[in-house]
């Protein structure tokens, strides 16, 4: 089995700060991209960030500056560090994982169950 599990969310007010955590793991497998999600009510999935393998981060515009993802590759774990938080960040915020057997073939991705991150006064 592959299992993606998040962490971290909760509530937070505007301008304060939280870290998701995002930990992958399954038997033989190697994980390449991994990113957050993130979906609000009445709203579609977007991509929050993603990094590759080697460390390259991407963001979405409205995050650029405010949100830090890193990863841990011996512990298969990312971590999307969250400042400056806005209203607008409120969202169920999801990791995919994307990975193969060993390391060649076939590319899937698994998708955890979500964390709710609410952002109010």
């Known amino acids: 089995q592959v299992q993606v599990v998040e962490s971290g969310g909760g509530l937070a007010q505007p301008g304060g700060s939280l870290r998701l955590t995002c930990t992958a793991s399954?038997?033989?497998?190697?994980?390449?991209?991994i990113g957050w999600y993130r979906q609000a009510p009445g709203k579609e999935r977007i991509m929050v960030a993603i990094?590759?393998?080697?460390?390259?981060?991407y963001y979405v515009d409205s995050v650029k500056g405010r949100f830090t993802i890193s990863r841990d590759n011996l512990k298969n774990t990312v971590y999307l560090q969250m400042n400056d938080l806005l209203v607008e960040d409120t969202a169920v915020y999801y990791c995919?994982?994307?990975?193969?057997?060993?390391?060649?073939?076939?590319?899937?991705?698994?998708w955890g169950q979500g964390t709710q991150v609410t952002v109010s006064s």
């Open positions: 995919n994982a994307a990975w193969k057997y060993g390391g060649s073939g076939s590319e899937y991705d698994t």
């Open positions: 399954g038997h033989l497998i190697s994980f390449n991209n």
């Open positions: 990094i590759t393998n080697g460390g390259s981060a």
